[in-house]
């Protein structure tokens, strides 16, 4: 599964985006009993939102017993009968809500050995995306699955745990006219049982975890293609069939390019692709039926900015890789998730740089590390391999640690390993569990097995402890350098109660392009270094882990910094610089030295990662109408050169310039508050707006977030307008996020109440609350207003949402906004977000002592102006 953009706010990725309330209590299934094949017929109504069910389950006992116990929630049971050897024998059923179990009672003792249940039921389609689930338009019902990760138990009584693989056989009864969707390829499509209906039926799937089972009823229409033999299909409403093109493209890219690397064909008989208009998640990788969020699979590659390109092929890379990690080879138990996610996350990068070199997508990993040490350096934290028993619990595991962690470790070890032994490794690792589960061991003896590199203990080191390192380089002498370890956070009023060591592979830079790499195993430690003009002790920038350097060796690294170090090096110094002046072991007016420095950098992720931390110096450190506008000043002054030099768009830019000028013209037009760019960014959102051909995509978004700051009403009913007209899904999502911008107190709730008005659909009611309550501009109207209208903001959100409301509020930075947030969701309980209040009050904590320790250093600096 991967994570919404809505579910990232302002950059920051929640630390438990996914914090659901219910089933708090859920407990583990007896393992006496192991299902062996279901087969389910389905008969979906979509005008009153119900279901009945015809189930049966082949198992196996393990040992006697006169009882079996599976998972069901929201199911109504009508008979439950066990076929034994051709006797059949009725059972009584119990349920215990709270633990979403049911219980089949017997007469008497069943004996180990292999047995049929058969089970006739009836379930809802519920409207909070989870389960067996209604997704409306506004021209028809459709009924769609969500059952990642505890919640197939809502369409199937299952043993819904990923270690009870099975296989499935499964046929819904649709409506004439409908067709269907599920895992695997139709092999009969035939009238009734009932008038007015048609069964389709599917064939039987390979062995496979209960989260992965998918169906899907409508009128979906899809455009078809092919890889490697496997027919592929990107499907959607009829309304949106003609954004899938793009999508297809990259599937048939990426499914050859996966075929080769792991050296294990793509094992499912074709391969689907599924726009729902109700999806709460990014995307979901059910087993050859992939569901995404329309604007995360559907775009007109003609009008979408470079940003939407890359989103969706990642989005499409990220699914596909998990039909490998997590689909054929799934983790034993869910905390061990990052086997899937982080793979997942590592992965989905190779075959869209592969397929698009010009887009530089290593830099995006470099900006995406920097975001996850930062997230990991936070006093609220955890390990990757965490508890996580309950589904409360589970679907916590759904984070930045899981995604962004496990990935930069996957990164740093593949680089230290060398990526052809790496790979190996891989192959490995998923033809030795084929169809079966595996744990977080199973992969790095894999690896270590095929380097004969101690990459067991690294990996151990990384998963089982939180946080993150900080190397403490000394001077280099005669070919080694003193390197000490110790936990790094941002805060430095944040104390670990024990000393932390990691197994790091420590990369040098070497003067002949490469590099060479030691482990740092102890607390301090000597290590070699090879020949080079300066000390660097992070090459290619993958090393998870923040570094500092003394005076004169940051000095050379800083005078090198154009000239000898890669755009993705660059990005990891910028970060390393920038988490100095968190800790308050660097003043602010050093970093923007170091910005200065890179202000004609021709790398769009480099000049973004530099200016993303002087937008928080505006927001978090600047308290003063002084302090502003000498950054502002700043900005203008520093980057309106680069910015000139690169003129009007042209048909022969590269994407980096393309992206590089939207980067400079964003930050001078909001950051810089510039009157020219914000005037032109007006003009070109006119334009655009009436033709999507006329202004360049890419600095059309920008262009559009910077009229929308300064915009007025007449502009706010334009994007009202295109949201609700409009059904191209990427235009849509950007009139809706566009809203949420606007400056005037008046237009942000007018904004706030359009989000509430039921015009919005709930999953995206987060990109206005939650994206409007962190943001600099409209927090405070916002805050006002939820605490005014809780009654209608709290119906907007799904339990999916509650937790992203409350993080929303961490953009706050005083002892008061604090008081009143604690206050206010003490009050007014949420699901499941106690943990996520917590890190929010964290967070304000966290900006007030940054203000406190730097607010001095940056009132020099901004007198030196």
């Known amino acids: 599964m991967r994570l919404s953009q809505a579910l990232k ?50 198992v196996v006992l393990k040992q006697p017993q006169d009882a079996i116990t599976l998972n069901a929630a929201e199911i109504t049971f009508k008979s439950v009968t066990a076929d034994l050897n051709g006797q059949m024998l009725k059972a009584t059923v119990t349920q215990d809500e709270e633990k979403q179990q049911a219980t089949f009672h017997f007469d008497k003792a069943l004996p180990a050995g292999p047995l049929t249940l058969s089970i006739e039921y009836d379930g809802i389609l519920n409207g909070q995306l989870r389960g067996f689930y209604l997704s409306k338009t506004k021209r028809r019902n459709y009924a769609v699955t969500q059952f990642e990760p505890t919640d197939a138990r809502r369409a199937f009584p299952s043993f819904d745990e990923p270690a009870f693989k099975a296989t499935y056989s499964v046929s819904l009864v ?33 062995k496979m975890s209960t989260y992965l089972v998918a169906f899907l009823v409508g009128d979906f229409q899809c455009t078809s293609g092919a890889s490697d033999g496997v027919p592929i299909r990107v499907c959607a409403t009829p309304d949106k069939v003609q954004y899938t093109k793009y999508a297809l493209h990259i599937a048939e890219y990426v499914l050859n390019y996966y075929d080769t690397y792991f050296g294990i064909k793509y094992p499912m008989p074709k391969l689907d692709l599924i726009a729902i208009p109700d999806f709460e998640a990014g995307a979901m990788e059910n087993f050859g039926a992939i569901t995404y969020r329309e604007t995360d699979l559907l775009i007109d590659p003609a009008t979408a900015s470079l940003g939407a390109k890359e989103r969706v092929g990642l989005v499409v890379a990220h699914e596909m890789a998990h039909q490998w990690f997590g689909d054929m080879v799934t983790m034993n138990w869910w905390n061990n998730i990052w086997l899937n996610e982080g793979f997942a996350t590592w992965m989905e990068y190779k075959p869209i740089e592969a397929m698009h070199p010009e887009w530089h997508l290593r830099q995006n990993v470099a900006m995406n590390l920097n975001g996850t040490l930062n997230l990991d350096a936070q006093r609220t934290t955890r390990t990757i391999r965490a508890k996580a028993e309950t589904p409360d619990e589970i679907n916590e595991m759904f984070d930045g640690i899981s995604y962004g962690k496990a990935a930069a470790m996957l990164n740093m070890v593949e680089h230290y390993e ?23 061991q199973d992969f790095w003896n894999a690896q270590t097995a095929v380097s004969h590199m101690p990459i067991d203990k690294i990996m ?34 944040v104390k670990t109660s024990r000393a932390q060591t990691w197994y790091v592979p420590v990369c040098f830079k070497a003067d002949d392009g490469g590099d060479h790499c030691e482990v740092l195993s102890a607390a301090q430690q000597t290590l070699k270094i090879p020949t080079a003009p300066f000390l660097f002790g992070n090459a290619e920038g993958l090393g998870y882990y923040r570094s500092s350097y003394p005076q004169d060796v940051y000095a050379k690294i800083l005078d090198n910094v154009e000239t000898d170090l890669t755009p993705e090096e660059r990005i990891g110094f910028i970060g390393d610089e ?44 600047a308290s003063t109408p002084a302090e502003h506008e000498a950054l502002e000043n700043w900005t203008r002054q520093t980057f309106e050169p680069a ?97 949420g911008e606007f ?60 937790a992203i409301l409350v993080s929303g509020a961490s953009s706050f930075c005083s002892a008061q906004k604090r008081d009143e947030v604690m206050n206010f969701f003490d009050t007014h309980k949420m699901h499941a977000a106690s943990r996520t209040l917590l890190q929010t009050r964290d967070h304000i904590n966290d900006c007030i002592d940054l203000r406190s320790m730097q607010g001095e250093n940056l009132q020099n600096w901004a007198a030196g102006q």
């Not at 007896?30 to 017929?41: A, C, F, G, R």
């Not at 009007?648 to 393309?658: K, N, V």
């Not at 307008?721 to 849509?732: A, C, G």
Request: glycine share 6%; proline share 6%; hydrophobic share 40%.
């Open 578 to 621: 920038w988490a100095k002046v968190r800790a308050n072991t660097a003043p602010v007016g050093q970093y923007l030295n170091l910005v200065a420095a890179v202000r004609n950098d021709r790398s769009p992720a480099v000049v973004g990662t530099a200016l993303g931390n002087v937008a928080v110096i505006n927001a978090q450190i």
């Open 9 to 58: 706010l302002q950059g920051v990725f929640l630390l438990a985006a996914t914090c659901l309330s219910f089933q708090s209590q859920a407990q583990r299934l007896p393992q006496t009993v192991s299902p062996e094949h279901y087969q389910l017929t389905l008969t979906p109504n979509l005008k009153t939102a119900t279901f009945t069910g015809s189930e049966k389950i082949d």
């Open 743 to 802: 400056a005037k107190p008046s237009l942000a709730t007018r904004a706030l109440n359009f989000a509430v008005s039921g015009k919005v659909r709930n999953q995206d009611s987060v990109l206005l609350l939650g994206g409007m309550l962190y943001g600099q501009h409209t927090r405070d109207v916002t805050w006002h207003y939820v605490q005014q209208n809780w009654p209608q903001v709290h119906a907007q959100l799904t339990e999916w949402m509650d």
């Open 643 to 739: 910015y000139n030099l690169l003129g009007a768009p042209q048909d022969t830019d590269t994407p980096m310039r393309t992206e590089l000028r939207a980067t400079l013209f964003g930050y001078l037009g909001d950051l810089g508050n510039d009157p020219e760019v914000i005037a032109q960014a007006k003009t070109m959102a006119e334009e655009y707006l009436k033709d999507q051909t006329s202004v360049d995509p890419t600095l059309a978004q920008v262009a559009l977030r910077v009229a929308a700051i300064h915009g007025d009403a007449a502009f706010f009913d334009q994007l009202e307008k295109v949201f609700e007209t409009s059904n191209n899904p990427d235009l849509q999502e950007t009139a809706l996020r566009l809203l």
């Open 174 to 206: 649709v409506n004439k006219g409908d067709t269907a969707i599920s895992n695997t390829n139709i092999i009969s499509d035939t009238p009734g049982p009932i008038p007015g209906k048609h069964t389709i039926t599917f064939a039987t799937t390979p």
């Open 460 to 493: 151990e080191s990384f998963v089982a402890q939180p946080g993150v390192p900080l190397l403490t380089f000394g001077e280099p002498t005669d070919g080694s350098v003193q390197v000490s370890q110790e936990r790094f956070f941002l805060n430095p009023t």
């Open 418 to 440: 060398g990526e052809q032994t790496f790979r190996q490794g891989v192959h490995n690792y998923l033809e030795a569990h084929m169809y079966a589960n595996a744990n977080a």
